[in-house]
């Protein structure tokens, strides 16, 4: 599976529960990048996130994608889904905006995924 296929797919499971803000970062052009795409997404709530991470997880696994390794499933503010070639990131909307990804990667080529 392509990294553009996996990333896809990610979003896909972030759909399922209602993720808000989606947002597919192509990093493929990025001097200096450690990975092809970060997919991010938003969540109203601690449930909501793990439940948004959980979908991920299951969508990928149904086509034997496996996680390299995931973080943040404890403190549940931002869960980190490290697909190597895709990197899946899911937050609480607060953090996303203190961490603001999208600012530091301002190369990307950015696709928003719905409204």
């Given at each position: 599976?392509t ?5 896809k ?6 759909e399922?529960?209602?993720a808000s803000?989606?947002v ?6 990025v ?7 970060f997919v ?8 909501q ?6 979908s991920?997880?299951?969508v990928t696994l149904?086509?034997k994608?496996?996680p390299?390794r ?9 869960i980190?889904?490290d ?13 996303r905006e ?8 301002g190369d ?5 995924i719905g409204s």
């Amino acid at each position: 599976m392509t990294a553009e296929e996996l990333s896809k797919l990610i979003v896909k499971g972030m759909e399922e529960k209602k993720a808000s803000d989606i947002v597919v970062m192509d990093l493929r052009n990025v001097k200096n990048s450690f990975t092809d795409f970060f997919v991010i997404c938003s969540g109203n709530s601690d449930t909501q996130i793990e439940s948004i991470s959980d979908s991920i997880e299951e969508v990928t696994l149904r086509l034997k994608e496996k996680p390299y390794r995931s973080e943040g499933k404890n403190n549940k503010q931002w869960i980190l889904i490290d697909y190597i070639n895709v990197v899946a990131h899911v937050f609480l909307k607060d953090k996303r905006e203190f961490y603001g990804l999208e600012d530091l990667w301002g190369d990307a080529k950015v696709t928003r995924i719905g409204s």
